[in-house]
């Protein structure tokens, strides 16, 4: 096994660019609340084979996730992850078994959609932020997270609904983020993604996004909760508008 920091498959330069985005992408996340994962896969999917970007930016975000919670673990919500965690092996057990090859445009509009609802629509349900409704939630976001890895804006508006404070928002969402990711080396690791090759990369990416983190965490102290929550809607609105565009693209509406 050759253990390189710069995998074969792109320049050093390229690399180096790509630490320098997941300290950034991550800091973004963690003032933010959302929005680094999706920028970070733009930027890797401009130069990375096809195969490697959903199962390497996986892991990068399961450790970008993961030390984001750790170092909010006080603020989170774990109601909300014990709730949470059933419906992510569900979904995952089931994208694992069917592996099938979603219209790109169908999941891009849908996301879309459903998160400038939850941004700017009606307040949900109560019901809806039960174990059943974060069950189901987990499930279907999970499933779809194993083929298009950008499910994150979807999580994000959803666990807002349910929390008002900027910290146990950004907190929970990493938790959940943590788990849903967490699938991913099991599942593409018996498809055949080879990770050993980017092992070292993708350690060093997840370093600089706890950096980053770190640093993110300081900024949002001096926030308060209403400039987070106008910032956090904004940063998805973005972000579904993008997932609009891309699925007139992807169904040919723009030809």
Request: charged share 10%.
């Amino acid at each position: 096994m050759d253990l390189t920091l710069f995998p074969e498959a792109i320049s050093p330069g390229v690399a180096l660019f790509l630490l320098l985005a997941s300290a950034i992408t991550s800091m973004l996340t963690a003032v933010l609340g959302a929005g680094g994962g999706v920028l970070l896969l733009v930027l890797m999917a401009s130069w990375m084979p096809p195969a490697a970007i959903i199962p390497v930016h996986g892991m990068i975000q399961l450790g970008s996730n993961t030390g984001r919670a750790v170092l909010t673990r006080h603020h989170i919500d774990w109601k909300v992850i014990a709730a949470f965690t059933p419906g992510v092996i569900a979904g995952a057990a089931l994208g694992a078994w069917l592996l099938v090859d979603l219209p790109a445009h169908l999941w891009q509009l849908s996301i879309a959609l459903f998160v400038l609802y939850l941004c700017w629509g009606p307040k949900l349900p109560k019901a809806s932020f039960g174990p059943v409704g974060i069950f189901l939630a987990s499930a279907v976001t999970s499933f779809v997270s194993l083929f298009v890895g950008a499910t994150g804006p979807l999580v994000a508006a959803f666990i807002k609904q349910i929390h008002r404070d900027r910290f146990k928002t950004v907190a929970t969402f990493a938790a959940a983020m943590t788990l849903q990711h967490a699938p991913k080396a099991l599942v593409f690791g018996v498809a055949g993604f080879v990770f050993s090759d980017w092992l070292l990369f993708i350690l060093a990416m997840i370093a600089c996004g706890f950096t980053g983190t770190w640093l993110g965490l300081h900024v949002l102290k001096s926030m308060t909760n209403r400039w987070f929550s106008l910032a956090f809607n904004l940063v998805l609105t973005l972000l579904a508008l993008r997932l609009l565009w891309q699925a007139a693209e992807s169904a040919g509406w723009l030809a």
